[in-house]
Nanobody, 118 residues
Framework: QVQLVESGGGLVQPGGSLRLNCATSGILFSIYDMAWYRQAPGKQRELVASITRRDTTNYANSVQGRFTISRDNAKNTVYLQMNSLKPEDTAVYYC????????????WGQGTQVTVSL
């Protein structure tokens, strides 16, 4: 059974930091490209950052320079370090895994809430 379990969300003040974790099980993690998406109330889900199995990263313009995505293949986990958080970063953050051989194998976590507010 495939599971993606996010953790690390919460309430933080503007300018603060959080680190999101996505622990996976039931997949061969090393052959999956990983990504973080977010969805704010009333908005579409958007890509925040992605990392390929070969550690190539990509970021949305809105988070470039503030967020860092990384992965640990030994722990089957992907991370999102978020610094200099802004109120507009408030959203539910979702972890995504896509198999590089069969891209129909596409999995999502349940999401973790990040709220940036005074």
């Amino acid at each position: 059974q495939v599971q993606l379990v996010e953790s690390g969300g919460g309430l933080v003040q503007p300018g603060g930091s959080l680190r999101l974790n996505c622990a996976t099980s039931g997949i061969l993690f090393s052959i999956y490209d990983m990504a973080w998406y977010r969805q704010a109330p009333g908005k579409q889900r958007e890509l925040v950052a992605s990392i390929t199995r070969r550690d190539t990263t990509n970021y949305a313009n809105s988070v470039q320079g503030r967020f860092t995505i990384s992965r640990d293949n030994a722990k089957n986990t992907v991370y999102l370090q978020m610094n200099s958080l802004k109120p507009e970063d408030t959203a539910v953050y979702y972890c995504n895994a896509i198999n590089v051989i069969n891209r129909n194998l596409n999995y999502w976590g349940q999401g973790t809430q990040v709220t940036v507010s005074l």
